[in-house]
T-cell receptor, first 115, second 113 residues
């Protein structure tokens, strides 16, 4: 297993367009997290899944954001009607719920630039 | 709610200098504490962790001790190298809050030869 994989690595889009990112977690991990990181800041929690259930969403996740994990494996994060303020690094992480105090394993992120 | 406060940077040190990056947290009960490192152009990597009070996490010459009495998890290294130049993030997670991870703002470290 090669770790958490995110695609694409970079995305440039025009304001108002929709974008979708994909995350493939480590195969035996049932928890999957999405974070957003802006320049000079730490990652901010957006949402997380346990298996296919979305268990928590941050207030940062506006109505324009939607995340899915349909079969409890990969996940997608869609941003509709992008705004310049959405420009950030979007990070995905995973771990196993059976280990209560496990660290999260992060992907390399998708850098979104809205022009 | 749970939160992490981290020493602001940037920090610039000469090679072989002693490093301390301060981290304090706010949480109920006993969270798990982590240091992550982000090298230029790369993703977040776990550096070390501690899951209960008085535990010491260590890796690659870095150490941090979980201090419940001072709600702190300061990162230390006795002799830094140029290759340690990176951004360091303190983080916590707590089973009572769904195990989501709360991060500090990060401390940028540059080590000069």
């Amino acid at each position: 297993d090669t770790g958490v994989s995110q695609n694409p690595r970079h995305k440039i889009t025009k304001r108002g367009q929709n974008v979708t990112f994909r995350c493939d977690p480590i195969s035996e991990h049932n928890r999957l997290y999405w974070y957003r990181q802006t320049l000079g800041q730490g990652p901010e929690f957006l949402t997380y899944f346990q298996n296919e259930a979305q268990l928590e969403k941050s207030r940062l996740l506006s109505d324009r954001f939607s995340a899915e994990r349909p079969k409890g494996s990969f996940s997608t994060l869609e941003i509709q009607r992008t705004e310049q303020g959405d420009s950030a690094m979007y990070l995905c992480a995973s771990n196993w719920s059976g280990s209560l105090r496990s660290e999260a394993f992060f992907g390399q992120g998708t850098r979104l630039t809205v022009v | 709610g749970d939160s992490v406060t981290q020493m602001e940077g940037p920090v610039t040190l000469s090679e072989e200098a002693f490093l301390t990056i301060n981290c304090t947290y706010t949480a109920t009960g006993y969270p798990s504490l982590f240091w992550y490192v982000q090298y230029p152009g790369e993703g977040l990597q776990l550096l070390l962790k501690a899951t209960k009070a008085d535990d010491k996490g260590s890796n690659k010459g870095f150490e941090a001790t979980y201090r419940k009495e001072t709600t702190s998890f300061h990162l230390e290294k006795g002799s830094v190298q140029v290759s340690d130049s990176a951004v360091y993030f303190c983080a916590l997670s707590h089973p009572n809050t769904g195990n989501q991870f709360y991060f500090g703002t990060g401390t940028s470290l540059t080590v000069i030869p």
